[in-house]
């Protein structure tokens, strides 16, 4: 069962290496997704419950947000429309809690008041309900994560996200208000969703979306994250040789080899769907 606790922050915006800030209104997801690294966070937080059945909803998270940007303004070498914001680095600030809470769109609306360039990674539909706020911007970027086209295995590996059809639907209906799209196919797991058949599909269903660019990344096996794998997909779905993705994974060597020959079938199925102009390998 999800433990959902309602808590208090002192900040919200976080420096980073991938953007200037990141921003996450929840600690946990529901999304329960087996390849999360997210999960390293159970480390540092000492949760006993399993990743992806607890969320810390941090109910001040606009009041927390306006009092940074005020004191950001103030800072000559990094002003709000100069700044930017990445939401979902460890969570999907649009996951399910999000209908009850609305702290992501009240965070949102702050950043783009405030000229803040948003970019957005989410797996959830329910950022349809907020589109009428990107497309009020110029700059803001919306994201979505795909991994298979396959129902059975995407609720195998994503239990609670939305389905991967409703994804590309958010994304269509993004596009053709002017919003700036992209989508984010990863990670691709060895084995399960890198394979030809799998990546034909997703760059299919991508062929005629308005996408600025596809970023493609490979499965990172972060702390408990082949664990977690291992767990999951060994309950009679099929989809797992767990002894060659733990191979693959772990040993440098072949999974450089390994890597090179991913890149080569992604850029062979986005070049049939005529979109290898736009990837982007994030490894």
């Known amino acids: 069962m999800l433990k959902v606790q309602e808590v208090s922050c002192k900040t919200l915006l976080n420096k980073s290496s991938l953007t200037d800030f990141t921003l996450n209104c929840y600690m946990g997801c529901s999304h ?5 690294y997210a999960r390293y966070m159970k480390k540092f937080k000492d949760r006993p419950e399993d990743w992806g059945q607890f969320v810390d909803v941090k109910v001040n998270a606009p009041e927390a947000l306006e009092r940074q940007i005020q004191r950001l303004k103030k800072n000559p070498k990094k002003r709000p429309n100069e700044a930017s914001v990445f939401m979902g680095s460890v969570g999907d600030c649009w996951q399910p809690v999000e209908a009850k809470y609305k702290l992501s769109r009240a965070c949102l609306g702050l950043l783009l008041e405030a000229g803040f360039k948003v970019d957005i990674l989410t797996k959830s539909a329910l950022v349809c309900r907020d589109l009428e706020l990107l497309e009020a911007y110029k700059t803001p ?35 053709k208000k002017g919003i700036k799209t992209w989508a984010f196919l990863g ?18 269903g991508l062929r005629g979306l308005r996408l600025a660019y596809i970023y493609v990344d490979r499965l990172n096996p972060r702390w408990g994250v082949l664990e977690a794998l291992k767990r999951g997909l060994s309950r009679g779905e099929g989809y797992l040789d767990f002894r060659h993705m733990l191979y693959t994974a772990s040993n440098p060597k072949r ?7 991913l890149k080569e079938n992604c850029l062979e199925a986005a070049g049939l769907a005529g979109l290898a102009d736009k990837l982007t390998f994030c490894f």
């Not at 979505?144 to 958010?170: F, I, N, V, Y």
Request: proline share 6%; aromatic share 6%.
């Open 141 to 175: 970027r919306l994201g979505m994560t795909l991994t298979t086209l396959d129902l059975g295995l995407q609720k195998a590996l994503e239990p609670q996200a939305s389905e991967p059809l409703e994804r590309l639907e958010t994304l269509r209906k993004a596009g």
């Open 32 to 36: 329960g997704c087996l390849y999360c």
């Open 255 to 261: 999974y450089a080899e390994y890597s090179q020959r």
């Open 187 to 204: 990670p691709l797991i060895p084995g399960i969703t890198d394979t030809r058949a799998n990546l034909d599909g997703l760059f299919r």
